[in-house]
Structure formats: C-alpha cells, structure tokens
C-alpha cells in the first residue's frame, strides 16, 4: 500500500536522520579513543567525561555571563587542558604499568571526574542553547533540526582535519609513530612523552566539541559521560582499534543501528544494541570491520 | 601453611565481635554488607588476581543470583534453598556459555566484553518490568530459615554471613597453594609457558570464571533475601567498578588483601556520610593513586613494608650485637 | 630407536617460506642440535614442534603419534617439554613454584578438590614438593627454592627453566638457546648441565649460536639454511663442511685457500 510505505519510508528517515546525529558524536568519541590508542596502546575509559565536560562546562561559561561563542570556546579549550592534565599527572607516572593497570586508572580517573563534575554542578539537567535557529527544517515528512547540520558540519570538518593532521603534518606523523614502536620514535628524535600529551589534548577536544554539539539536543549531566565513554569504544571496536576513520565509520554505523533498533524494535533496549555489537564484533572479528591484526611473538 | 595462622586470628575475630558488641549497627548490620562483599572481592580476586584477568561485569553474576532467588521465591512461592540451587544452575549454564568465546580476549578487550555482558545483564533487569519488577525493583521477598531456624534478625544474618564470609575465604586460601591454584598464577606469569608444561589455559581460565560466578551468585541470593528487596541499582557497572576496586586496593592476588580493600571500601562510605558528595570523587582517587604508585595493592604494599621493616630491625640488631 | 621424526615440514607465512621439505630424526637419548644463521628457521621449527604453530605442510611424529595438529598443552602431555629463547619464568612465583608448575602432568587433583581440600590433595602438595626439589638439585639451585622468582640473576633464570621443564621428566627436552647471554663460565656449566640432563635419558634437542657448546655437547648437529637442510652429521664432520662454512662466512674462507 502506497501509504504504508510512505509512512515507513517516513520513519525510516527520521530515524536515518536521528542516527547519523547521534552517531556523530560517538564518532568524535571513538575518534578520540583510536587517536590515544594509535599513540599508547591505552584504552582511555575516561574519553567520555571529556564529552560531559565540554558540555558542562560550556553550560557554567554561559551561565556566568560569557557570550555564547567564547564559553563554547573556553569549555572546548578547558577540557582539552583536562586531558593534558590526565595525562601528565596519571598516565605518565605509570608509564610502565601492565594493562589491567592502565585500564584501572583510565575507569579512575574516569570516576573522578565524574564526581567532580557531580561536586561542582550537582544532579541536575542541562541543556545548551541551539547554535543558529530551533526552527525545524522539512525533508519529505521528516523532520531536521538545524542543530542537527551543526553537529554534521562541524563533525564532518574535524574529522577533515584530524584526517589531515594525521597524514599530512610531521607531528601527527610523530605521533602514529610513538605507537608502532616507541623505543624506536625515541632513537630518531621524537619526543614521545610530548606526542603523548598532544594526543590526549586532541582526543579531549574531539570529545568536548562533540559535547558542546550534543547538548542542545540531547541535553547533559554529570553522569552523561559513562554510556558516552562506553559507545564510542563500541564504536571505536567496530571499526577495529587501530583505525581512526574506523572509528568514525563505526559511530555512524552504531548510531544508526541504535536509531533503528530503538524505532522498530524496542526503545527500552536501545542502549543494550552497543554493547551487545561489542559482544558480538569481539567474539567473531576482534580486528573490526577496518582495523589491521597484530601478530604476537614468541 | 603460613596463611593459615592468619586465618584462624582473622576468624576467631570475627566470630567474637558480635559477642562484644551485639547491639552496635556497624557490627550487625554494615557487618552483613562488608561479609557479603568481602565474599565478592575474594571471588573476583580468583579471576582477577590468581589467573590474570580482567572483569568489569561481576556484579552481573551477583545480581543474577538476587533476582532468580527473588523472582522464585515471591512470584511462585518455590522453597529458599530450591531457588538458591536453581540460581546455581542458571548462572553455571551461563557463566560456562560465555566463558569460552570471553576469555580468548586479552587486557582491553576482555574489560569491554565483560563490562557489555554486565550492562546488557543490568539493562534486562530494568527492561523486564513484568518478570522484575523494573527500575523500581522487587520487594517483599520472603525471608529465609535453616531446618526451621528463622533468620529473622541482623544477629542471627550475621552469624550465617560470617560463617559463608568465612568458607570462602577459606576456599581461596585452599587455593592458592594447591596444584590447580599455582596452575592459575602461572597462567597470569606466561601463558605460554603454562602451556608448555601441560596446563589447558582455556580451561583453566574458564573453569576459576566459572567458580567466581557461582560464589558471587550464592551470595546475591542471601543478599535478596537479607534485604527482602533487590533493584537493578545494586547491580550496576558502578558496583562492578567497585569491586573491582577492592581487589586492586587490597592487592591483586591476595586473599586477605580482598578482604582489606572490601572492608574499607564498605566502611568507607559509612563513615563519611557527612561527605556522601565527595563518595564518588574519592572512589576514582583511590583508584588512580594506587595503580599509579602501588600498583601491588596497599594491603600487599604495608605487609610487604612491614616485612621490610622488621627485616632492617634483625639486620641492625645483629650488627649491632 | 627414533624418538622424534619429522618429514616434509613446510612453514610459510603469507608468501615468505619460513621451512621447506625438513625432514630429520632424532635417536632416543641423543643430544640433537639445530644450529643456522638468524632467520634460517630454527625457532619456527621448534614453535612447530611445540604446538604453538601448525605446520602448512608434512609431518611430526613422535614416539609413534602425530604431533600436527595439537594444542601445545597436548604436546606437553605427550612428554615433551621446552625451555624458551625469550625467558618465560613465572615471576609472580617463587622458585619453588615455578618448578612445581613444571610437575603439573605428573599430579592431577582439580580446582574443586583443591577449594575444599578434598582427602589427598595435601599429600599431593607434598609430593609435588619433592619432586620440584628434586629437579632445583639437580640444577643446583636448591638454596633458591622459597626466593622469588623476580630477584634471580639472568644465568640463575636459565637454569630455573631448566628445572621446570625436568619437573616434568620429559622424554624430549626442547632447548631454545640455552646459552644466550651466559658468559664463559656459566655457558661451560650448562654444557654440563646439558650432559648430565642427556645421563639421566633426556633427549635433547637444542638451538644455539654458541658454537663452543655445540660442538661440545652434542651428537648429531643440523644445520638451516633459508628453512632447509644445508647439512647433518656428527660435530666435526659438519664443522669441516665447506657448504657450512660458506652459508655461515659468506665464502671468505674459500678466498683464503686459494
């Protein structure tokens, strides 16, 4: 019937549309994860307090009075200290440490700034206000916030620049190289502990512009980084660890199915879909859909 | 055999302090709580601590046993123990089903499986209104008697917790010394090198997965039935961070440092009331303090300090004399 | 009698052939040594041998079964045992443990039993602890058993690995450069260890650089080059070999006779 089909066809693009949205910002996430990966082989469970953080700082900037386009600039510029911060004072002083230890004080330092961001701004919801207009646009039945072109454009942007950054500058170079083999950065001259410090202020970035962009839609609080944190890692895993635009393909993938799954499914489980694709990419193909497998000696 | 002296002071403490202090809250009743999570910590420190692995989802196993307990007992009126052994055997089955296809990953991967299968757990406890009664959780679960011997006060909950409290870390001490024990630990040194000399690793690590489960789902059953309520909220990724931090803040591999890091970190937030905002702040210090500057654990690190010390005080005492 | 023999091995990863139509045998009770410039293959064999890689093509027979195929704790069950190039001490372990560990086939209670202490288990533990003091004696590292295994020096760690595999009392002995970073001394007690380990009806076979301690120690000696048999015989007859010398020196010394 033509008006069924309209009508799912309807749905189907509402859900497209919120999706890719939603899958933006865990694709800045899981950018941000793949990036610290690339240059230290840690999984950093605190990427998605940089995304609350962004938000709620960019929500305290404004509420004290700072025009809008500077308490963006200064959450997104203050959050990317924090992740400087994190990694001067607790990832390099265990620079040796085994895994499950890096791991437990990445859930750490993750907790931490969650209760602080408990201590200084309390339970409450907040939300930023839209970038340009809150009139919605029209495709078809469907409709499109202008935040939701916001959070696309500028996505689509960064992820141009890290692109870029990666393959195009010296640094970003340097920094690919710090991961592949460390001892061997430090014997041609790369200062690994400062490529270090710059991937973690990049992926803080990453993760405070994607709160900044999330939160007039989505809205914030101090708990919003823990599911954040943990669905960019899916995303992150899907597109396999070691690659960055994996990372991105695989927010969107993941947003999308969640969209999906939430839409005709069951909303109610919509979270589940993430961590049952962790599951499922782990146990069949670790490597993910982009990602290179790494070879073991013995 | 060493452990074992420590043991026997250890229990002979705990039995005597109810008898010391029978009416104070802080033995009867936060008591029960540290005995219930001094039987996790040990039980994850089987996983974590002996064999080298990572779980960010025990509280899954916990709640698992709580919730078949709960849903059994109050909806279709099955006997306490039955339900308990029901518990058992759902959680072997699943424990042992997903055991195999988890554990053939290392380090971050295994953190994140474990921590989706305890989130995805968590997420169906919420979603499954009909069967548990959803965010707002279960009540009126019926209490439990032993041949008849009501439970019916935080004295009498105590004694049974302590005696289980007690059993399992017994267990744990059995094991670490013993043949299969040492298999474990050297699957945590080399994995490879466990193999070589005939040890079936896969097996291994699955089987002690396996042992932690059950314990952790025993012990979520006479929690349902201690509390007579259970919600989702008790088994959530922050219980299973917490956990998790127990063992580390005890000293991965030690049964006793299981027990340091479970009493502290119940006492802990009992203590600080006043301060029930900087809980969770404090929580993610502790953490990242410890795994950056003793990474062995602070129980592990005083003992081993101690040791030290009184090492140093016989060496300069001969040179002395 | 032959203990070990392999037939047509093949190892290729990706394109790169690793080990091509290897075929040898290894008398019961000798001591075999596989010696080869870097790369020429010698510890893929031995990860081949062990489980730890399946081979594309040929086979492995030992003692009359297959070894193809099997998972490396199989391989060990089977009675063949292995020290390692890259040490794989247990160093969350005392030294004790780390050779009691070696005893794991030869004791059998489970995880279970342990937990409860089942009857037998303590007797076990017992058992299991002589056995490992056994073995530490026999390498003379019994003043060591209750030191952690971390606070050991290098030459003392070898042996250590020694003393697990023996705990085990292997038929076959796989040593991955013994010698490896051992200075003068220590690499003339292990070639007397390796002696002694061969009296008692071990049969070795070992990969070494240390050309010294090959040619001292062993029976038969095998050479690889680029994965394939380049010569096999006893010491002196493959020292003189001019194919040897040449794949070792690159043909110098052939310049030199002229």
């Known amino acids: 019937m033509h008006g069924e089909t309209r009508r799912m066809f309807d749905q189907l693009l509402q859900f497209l549309i919120t999706g890719i949205t939603v899958g933006s910002t865990y694709a800045l996430v899981g950018l941000g994860f793949a990036i610290i ?63 499950v230890s890096t791991i437990i004080i990445t859930i750490g330092a993750a907790i931490f700034l969650r209760g602080a961001a408990l201590l200084l701004w309390g339970k409450d919801i907040f939300a930023l206000p839209h970038f340009s207009s809150e009139e919605p646009l029209y495709i078809g039945n469907a409709t499109m916030l202008p935040q939701n072109l916001w959070v696309l454009g500028v996505t689509a942007t960064v992820v141009y620049l890290v692109r870029h950054f990666f393959d195009r500058t010296l640094t970003g170079k340097a920094i690919l190289a710090c991961a592949c083999n460390r001892t061997a950065a430090h014997l041609v001259g790369i200062n690994v ?92 193909k670790p490597s993910g859909l982009f990602g290179r497998k790494a070879a073991e000696r013995v | 055999m060493r452990r074992f002296y420590g043991f026997f002071v250890f229990a ?15 033995v009867t009743v936060v008591g029960v709580t540290i005995g219930l999570h001094i039987v996790l910590a ?106 008849g011997w009501e439970l019916d006060s935080d004295l009498k909950w105590y ?13 744990s001490l059995n094991i670490v010394d013993s043949r299969a024990g040492r298999a474990l630990r050297a699957v945590h040194g080399s994995e490879v090198a466990a193999q070589m000399m005939g040890i079936d690793t896969a097996r291994a690590k699955a089987q002690v997965f396996v042992l932690s489960a059950l314990l952790a789902c025993f012990v979520g059953s006479l929690f349902a039935h201690q509390q007579a309520f259970v919600s989702p909220d008790s088994f959530n990724f922050f219980f299973s961070i917490e956990l998790v931090t127990m063992v580390v803040l005890g000293g991965l591999g030690s049964t006793f440092g299981a027990v340091f890091g479970a009493v502290v970190l119940t006492l802990l937030p009992e203590l600080l009331v006043v301060f029930e905002d900087y809980e969770v702040l404090i929580l993610g210090a502790i953490l990242m303090t410890i795994m950056i500057f003793l990474p062995q654990g602070l129980f592990v690190g005083l003992v081993q300090g101690a040791r030290s010390l009184l090492a140093r005080r016989r060496e300069s005492a001969l040179v002395g004399s | 009698m032959t203990l070990l023999a392999v037939a047509g091995l093949e190892k290729s990863f990706g394109g790169v052939m690793a080990i091509s139509d290897l075929s040898f045998e290894v008398p ?64 969350n372990l005392t030294v004790l443990e780390n050779v009691m560990v070696g005893a794991h086939l030869r004791s059998h209670r489970g995880l279970y039993r342990a937990a409860v202490r089942w009857p037998g288990v303590m007797a076990e533990e017992r058992q299991i602890g002589e ?35 023996l705990a085990a009392r292997p ?31 071990v049969t070795v076979l070992l990969v070494e650089h240390n050309m010294g301690l090959v040619m001292g120690v062993s029976d038969t000696v095998l050479v690889l080059d680029y994965g394939s048999r380049l010569a096999e015989g006893p010491p002196k007859q493959v020292q003189n070999d001019p194919q040897v010398i040449a794949a070792y020196l690159g043909g110098e010394v052939e310049h030199a006779e002229h």
Not at chain 1, 50 to 77: D, N, Q, R
Not at chain 2, 159 to 171: C, Y
Not at chain 3, 140 to 153: I, M, T, V, W
Request: aromatic share 10%.
């Open chain 1, 37 to 99: 990966y690339n240059a230290s082989d840690v999984v950093n469970f605190a990427q998605g307090e940089f995304v609350m953080l962004g938000a709620m700082s960019a929500v305290w900037f404004l509420g004290v009075g700072l025009p809008f386009p500077v308490a963006l600039l200064f959450a997104v510029l203050g959050t990317c200290c924090v992740g400087l911060a994190l990694d001067k004072f607790a990832i390099e002083p265990a620079r040796g440490a085994s895994v």
């Open chain 1, 193 to 284: 502990r400062m490529m270090l410090l710059i991937a973690y202020g990049l992926a803080a970035l990453l993760g405070a512009i994607a709160g900044v962009l999330i939160a007039p839609i989505a809205f914030t609080s101090y708990g919003a980084g823990i599911m954040l944190g943990l669905k960019g890692f899916s995303a992150a895993i899907l597109g396999g660890m070691g690659s960055s635009m994996g990372a991105v393909a695989g927010g969107l993938l993941l947003g999308v199915l969640e969209s999906l799954g939430a839409g005709f499914i069951s909303s109610g489980y919509k979270d589940a879909m993430a961590f049952l694709i962790i599951l499922l990419v782990l146990f069949f």
């Open chain 2, 12 to 26: 002979a403490l705990v039995l005597a302090l109810p008898l010391a202090f029978p009416d104070n809250y802080f």
């Open chain 2, 42 to 147: 040990v039980s994850l420190n089987l996983f974590m601590g002996f064999a080298g692995q990572i779980s960010l989802g025990h509280a899954a196993f916990f709640g698992m046993g709580a919730y078949t307990s709960a849903i059994l007992t109050s909806r279709y009126g099955i006997d306490p123990w039955l339900a308990m052994l029901v518990a058992l055997a759902v959680v072997a089955v699943i424990a042992n089903a997903i055991a195999r296809p988890v554990l053939k990953l290392r380090g971050h991967y295994l953190a994140m499986a474990t921590l989706g299968f305890g989130i995805i757990v968590n997420i169906v406890m919420v979603q499954e209104v009909d069967w548990t009664g959803g965010p707002d959780g279960m009540s009126g679960i019926p209490g439990l008697s032993i041949f």
């Open chain 2, 159 to 171: 004694g049974v917790v302590a005696v289980v409290m007690l059993a399992s870390v017994w267990i």
């Open chain 3, 28 to 91: 019961q009770g000798s001591v075999y040594a596989v010696i080869g410039p870097n790369g020429a293959g010698k510890t893929t064999l031995f990860n081949m041998l062990c489980g730890i890689y399946t081979p594309s093509a040929g086979g492995i027979e030992f003692g009359g079964e297959s070894l193809v195929g099997r998972q490396p704790y199989e391989v060990a069950a089977l009675g063949i045992s292995r020290t390692f190039q890259n040490l794989q001490v247990f160093f």
């Open chain 3, 131 to 165: 056995w490992a003091r056994e073995a530490l004696a026999f390498c003379g590292l019994e003043k060591l058993a209750d030191r952690g295994a971390d606070s050991l020096p290098y030459g003392a760690l070898k042996r250590l690995e020694i003393a697990r595999a």
């Open chain 3, 171 to 201: 038929r076959l002995l796989l040593m991955d450069e013994p010698a490896a970073g051992l200075n003068d001394t220590e690499t003339i007690e292990m070639r007397e260890l390796i002696g002694r380990i061969s009296e008692a009806g």
